[in-house]
């Protein structure tokens, strides 16, 4: 496996393959089962994966936890030599943003007003910008995102098909612990109490879940419903719960609640913002 640290390096291991299939996963590392998934995603699809470990600053606000994000580079490396990654690529932050870089990438509308949009100004620009950048360095012919971020997946795919990139977004599922707890690098700052307090996201969509699946239920009743349980235990303070139209993310309002529809939510537990989310598919005549 080839570590590349810089984009010359990246341009070399990238030429080694030209003319044969790549798939790309970007990650900011502590790689986690969920992560490694998206891997072998990747591996099943095409000839040769690169995967981009970068925290990016882009992508975090003032008073976000991009000083303290967990890092582990030498076990990152050896799960993806593991996993028969042809090359790890982790650049610096002046690698990727060097001097007189001066573009922002913004994907506009419904897709990235609510959630995590609305929630954390400025994210989705970043994320959009750097995924843009990494895409134009890697060229892949296809690029896996996990559904545990579910919004930035619908964001990525909207991005790659308006500017034309040429690139295949593939969505992988949520991988989560035994307890239901959706993996995220950012677990390992919870305390044993948190820990167990962070089941709520879980219990929340699955109230939410069973609410819309019995029908007869509003939007509204059901989000109330779910923020309650959210709330339960006095660690966790509600981001926001939300169900909306999958894939446009627009609100329901008053419309019957049909379709494909996403339960999102997001949470402080403690200090630690986590996020999950479902997708439920209620037939047309509601199931009834
Ligand atoms: P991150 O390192 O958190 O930026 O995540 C990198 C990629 O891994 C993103 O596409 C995430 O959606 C995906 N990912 C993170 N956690 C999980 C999980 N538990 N299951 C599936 N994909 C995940």
Do not use: W
């Not at 984009?7 to 044969?20: K, P, Q, S």
């Not at 606000?61 to 990654?85: H, Q, T, W």
């Not at 790659?160 to 599922?173: C, K, R, Y």
């Not at 008053?254 to 989310?277: K, S, W």
């Amino acid at each position: 496996m080839i570590v590349a640290r810089g984009v010359a390096e990246l341009r070399r291991a990238r030429a080694e393959i030209e003319g044969e299939s790549v798939a790309f996963v970007p990650t900011m590392g502590f790689l986690h089962a969920g992560h490694l998934s998206l891997v072998r995603a990747a591996v099943d699809r095409a000839d040769h994966v690169i995967v981009s470990i970068f925290v990016n600053p882009l992508q975090f606000g003032s008073g976000e936890d991009l000083a303290r994000y967990p890092r582990d580079e030498e076990s990152d490396i050896e799960k993806l030599r593991a996993e028969g990654v042809h090359t790890a690529f982790l650049p610096t932050v002046p690698a990727l943003y060097p001097p007189g870089f001066a573009t922002r990438v913004q994907v506009r509308g419904p897709l990235a007003e609510r959630l995590c949009g609305a929630a954390r100004p400025g994210h989705f620009d970043g994320v959009a910008t750097v995924v843009t950048r990494l895409l134009g360095l890697v060229r892949p012919r296809i690029a896996v995102f996990g559904e545990k971020d579910y919004q930035q997946l619908l964001i990525v795919r909207r991005l790659s098909e308006d500017l034309s990139l040429g690139v295949e977004i593939v969505g992988a599922p949520i991988v989560r612990e035994p307890d239901g707890l959706a993996m995220s690098s950012r677990n390992r700052y919870l305390s044993e109490s948190e820990r167990a307090d962070a089941l709520a996201l879980q219990r929340a969509l699955r109230s939410g879940r069973e609410a819309i699946e019995r029908g007869g239920r509003s939007a509204a009743t059901a989000v109330e419903n779910m923020s309650r349980v959210l709330s339960e235990p006095a660690t966790v303070k509600s981001d926001y719960v939300e169900l909306l139209h999958e894939p446009d993310l627009t609100p329901f309002d008053d419309d019957p609640i049909r379709g494909r529809v996403l339960l999102a939510v997001a949470a402080h537990v403690g200090e630690t913002r986590l996020i999950d989310n479902c997708v439920v598919n209620i037939p047309p005549d509601g199931g009834q």
